[in-house]
């Protein structure tokens, strides 16, 4: 049996649109076993147990890489990465799937191959990266390749994902977006990427909300999130250094330094925002992990 661990992803981080992924410390867990044949799925919705199941096509799709026929198999999943909130739970279940097929064939997979086969699948690496490597990462597509190198984030930096009661697909979020933006709007999400990236590396709270400004698609997205728009002036009023989508949303992602932001944040959603769980988060610095079981 092998069982592969992946890390929740937050993407964009404001400007860095389809660009920044940052991996945290909540995780899916998918446990792989083969079979004689046939395909057995436990621990997701019934209407995901079948060969439609993403960590299953990841699963196939690796195996195609490498010219091989699928056994059957037996494969269990137990994810506390929520479901269609922009924690990146479909970017863990595409890297368990191509980890868990190199893991379980004795296939050599470097790690440059997982992040093209599950950018292949995801349409882009800004998730797949810090899945696949933890830690902030900064990514790329270039003539159907995928790059990622990491950044540095400095230790004194939290992060707090306040999660919403209900599901955003990420096909919806996309649709929101204007299909073109003004020059000046295209160079101030350019400059602003790349300023919060050294700013994450300071810590500074106050350059960490400069930079953290976009104008490519969180108005467009606050639209679709009753509260959202709201919630991220009231996370900043309270001591936040930014509050953002968590990639497409729903989630809302607040990074912060001051020890006492936790509890006023805390306390905002529970009593002005109700719809919106508020989970304490870390940095995760290691991405995906392999282990082999008897």
């Known amino acids: ?12 981080l404001g400007p860095g649109f389809d660009c920044l992924g ?24 019934e209407e995901e147990s079948g060969e439609d199941n993403l960590v299953y096509r990841a699963y196939i799709h690796t195996l195609k890489f490498f010219s091989l026929d699928s056994l059957g198999l037996r494969l269990h999943i137990d994810s506390d990465i929520p479901l269609s909130r922009g924690l990146g739970s479909s970017a863990a279940c595409v890297a368990g799937g191509i980890l868990g ?40 597509m270039e003539d159907g390749r995928a790059l990622s190198l990491p950044c540095a ?8 994902a306040l999660v919403p009661d209900f599901e955003l697909r990420t096909a919806d979020a996309r649709a ?45 997205r606050f639209k679709l999130i009753p509260g959202a728009a709201a919630l991220k002036e009231r996370m900043e009023e309270i001591g936040a250094a930014a509050c953002c989508l968590s990639g497409a949303g729903p989630t809302m992602l607040c990074l912060y330094t001051g020890d006492d932001f936790l509890n006023r944040a805390m306390e905002a959603a529970r009593t002005e925002f109700p719809r919106f769980d508020p989970r304490p988060l870390s940095l995760c610095g290691e991405g995906a992990c392999v282990t082999q079981r008897s």
């Open 176 to 220: 929101a977006l204007p299909q073109s933006v003004p020059l000046k709007d295209a160079v101030y999400n350019l400059s602003h990427t790349a300023f919060l990236l050294k700013a994450l590396e300071a810590g500074d709270p106050e350059l960490i909300r400069l930079a953290a400004r976009d104008r490519l698609h969180q108005d467009a």
């Open 1 to 12: 049996m092998v069982s592969v661990r992946v890390p929740a992803t937050t993407a964009n």
């Open 22 to 45: 940052l991996a945290l410390d909540l995780y899916a867990r998918f446990d792989f076993q083969l079979l004689p044949s046939g395909l057995e799925i436990t621990g997701c919705r």
């Open 101 to 140: 097929a190199a893991a379980l064939h004795g296939l050599s997979l470097s790690d440059g191959e997982a992040l093209k086969l599950a950018s292949e699948l995801e349409g882009h690496p800004d998730n797949a990266a810090p899945a696949i490597y933890g830690g902030l990462r900064v990514s790329l």
């Open 153 to 160: 984030v400095h230790p004194a930096l939290r992060f707090l």
